[in-house]
């Protein structure tokens, strides 16, 4: 013990901020075995949800779990594959379009696959079950946040570019001291959003059903789905305080002390704004078992970072440069051949899928069924457009007068995450209610329960967006005494235009993926369905007509990659030659 002391230069004496730290840890282990113990827990035929009020608590333990291990996935896959994408000029439109799909496509069209699939991997135990859960709240998390990283590495300032170049930082290096650091205050915004995104497919990944089978887990969004098919409103009620209370949690443990902490990257030299306070910090900042911890770490790093130069410059000094340069002659053609050979294997792949799906199209598919999904897809393309317009309406100035001012941003940015976090399907009852006693139709209403679960993504990029401001341009703005509707003109609106396009794209991901729970709702003994993609993507799975399934999906992708090429490359095209504080 003496030793691990030594090594760590741990203080003789805790304060009281260790004492929280470790009763913070033994939570965690506590949270961690209950979940470990579910998750091991032999798959049953028939999953009992137990209405109690006693069993929300665990089972809203089991639903964060599920959600925070979707974020870890989800933050991996942003860096490594937004790193590739902004780096890499030969298949950035590629992995670009890629993206704009997959945040497109409705995951109840692969959901029945993927469970499927994990039961068959793990049939003796819950764990299949989970993951599948898992990785369904990583499709509604994942995308915004990919977004708002790959944007952030484009929009860094040339001169620090050239700074990092200069000082011969690797890659991992400018990762680690440009890149990150120049995106956290997106990244962190877009997480919250994220998460909230995560949210909104709780229910469907928790209460799943298929094919008679019963694949329901534990937790908040199986407890809500059952407490709505009975018609049991104190279990609804239940749910979202249980639902609220997590949301407050997340926001005072984690979200206010990383929006806190990231203020410190803002790419400024001068800023007067206050940084808040929040407990989770003073307790990190006061615990010495911590503070220990990461001098130990600083001291191991710098001493990796020094061997590391050292055995660099001893190499530069005995590199051969022409053996270097053949060596690099060899490799060259070698790395042509396996791409081309690569491209030949993909480009094959995908004109036989191709192929096939010409087949079954034009065999399953009648034209009448064709005309159907192409006027379906122009109607809900027109509620998408309507939710961005109307979202954008009120979304861009609350979000510029929340991220340009610390005082709002600290009082308003819980009620936002508080808001945002509610899974909108929780809500869809309500508005139905309401549209059948003001006599509006699902067609038009669809609209506004599309708006509940995406206007939230411009909300969060354009805060996050108004936050990057520099303050001293907000000085120079004020100390001239521009008119407001100037200082709009020629500061707000220009500096936060690649934000409003990040959550403009965004947003239209998750209305296209939000249409097949806002145009098909089901509710007690009643179903109301609108003309749209959605509605119709919904009833061809209920009904098993996987071939129409296909065709909309099918659609609908070709209508995103028109969007995407036509649309939102070139509106951030604009953003990035037009717009960008490096210019």
């Known amino acids: ?100 799909i997959l945040q497109s496509v409705p995951i109840v069209a692969f ?9 068959t991997l793990f049939p003796h135990a819950n764990f299949g079950l989970e993951i599948a859960s898992v990785i369904t709240i990583f499709t509604g998390q994942v995308w915004n946040m990919t977004f708002a990283f790959y944007h952030s590495i484009k929009s860094i300032p040339q001169d620090l570019q050239d700074a990092s170049q200069s000082y011969h930082l690797s890659k991992r290096a400018t990762l680690w001291r440009l890149e990150l650091p120049a995106s956290a205050i997106p990244l962190i915004w877009n997480s919250m959003m994220s998460m909230a995104g995560g949210w909104f497919f709780l229910s469907l990944s928790e209460a799943f059903q298929y094919g008679g089978k ?29 639902m609220g209370l997590m949301i407050v949690f997340l926001d005072r ?42 001098r130990w770490f600083v001291r191991r790093r710098r001493a990796k970072v020094g061997d590391s130069k050292a055995a660099y410059l001893a190499a530069r000094e005995s590199l051969n440069r022409e053996a270097f340069e053949q060596k690099v002659e060899l490799e060259s053609p070698l790395r042509k051949a396996a791409g081309i050979a690569l491209m030949v294997i993909v480009l094959g792949l995908l004109a036989y899928g191709i192929f096939r799906l010409y087949i079954v199209f034009t065999q399953e598919v009648t034209g009448a069924e064709w005309l159907t999904i192409v006027t379906d897809s122009l109607l809900t393309l027109l509620r998408v457009i309507a939710a961005l ?33 509610f899974p909108a399907p929780m809500f869809f009852p309500v508005f139905i209610l309401l549209f059948r006693a003001w006599g509006i139709s699902i067609e038009y209403g669809a609209i506004v329960l599309m708006l509940l679960g995406t206007q939230w993504y411009l909300l969060f990029n354009v805060i996050a967006g108004a936050s990057a401001i520099p ?35 965004t947003a239209a991901g998750g209305a296209w993926n939000a249409s097949i729970v806002a145009e098909f709702v089901a509710y007690g003994h009643e179903t109301f369905a609108a003309h749209g993609i959605g509605a119709l993507l919904s009833s061809a799975y209920n009904s098993g007509n996987y071939t129409l399934l296909g065709a909309g999906i099918f659609a609908l992708c070709l209508m995103v990659i028109c969007l995407n090429k036509f649309v939102w490359r070139k509106l951030f095209a604009i953003a990035q030659d037009r717009f960008a504080l490096n210019n």
């Open 1 to 100: 013990m003496s030793f691990v002391r030594d090594a760590l230069s741990l203080p003789r004496r805790l304060s009281y901020a260790d004492l929280v730290v470790f009763g913070i840890l033994g939570g965690v282990i506590y949270w961690l075995l209950l979940v470990s113990r579910e998750w091991s827990q032999a798959l049953q035929p028939h999953t009992v949800i137990h209405s109690e009020f006693i069993y929300l608590p665990i089972y809203t333990l089991y639903s964060l779990a599920r959600g925070l291990g979707a974020y870890v996935i989800s933050l991996l896959f942003t860096i490594a594959y937004g790193y590739i994408m902004a780096h890499s000029k030969r298949s950035e439109k590629f992995m670009l379009s890629l993206l704009d």
């Open 471 to 505: 303050t001293d341009l907000q000085e120079m703005f004020r100390s001239y005494k521009i008119p407001r509707a100037s200082l709009w003109k020629k500061l707000l609106l220009p500096a936060i235009f690649p934000a409003v396009v990040t959550g403009a794209i």
């Open 253 to 294: 443990v984690l979200w206010k002390p990383l929006v806190i902490w990231s203020r410190k990257f803002r790419v400024e030299e001068l800023s007067n704004e206050p940084e808040g306070k929040s407990f989770i910090l003073t307790i990190v900042q006061r615990s010495e078992l911590i503070q220990s911890i990461n």
């Open 214 to 242: 019963d694949f329901r887990l534990p937790g908040i969004g199986s407890y809500m789905a059952m407490a709505v098919d009975q018609g049991n409103v104190p279990g609804m009620i239940g749910a979202v305080i249980a």
């Open 111 to 119: 959901l029945p696959m993927l469970v499927l699939v994990f039961v």
């Open 389 to 421: 317009l109307i979202g954008a309406a009120w979304a861009v100035p609350l979000g510029v007068i929340i991220g340009m001012n610390a005082r709002w941003s600290h009082r308003l940015q819980p009620v936002v995450q508080f808001m945002s976090s």
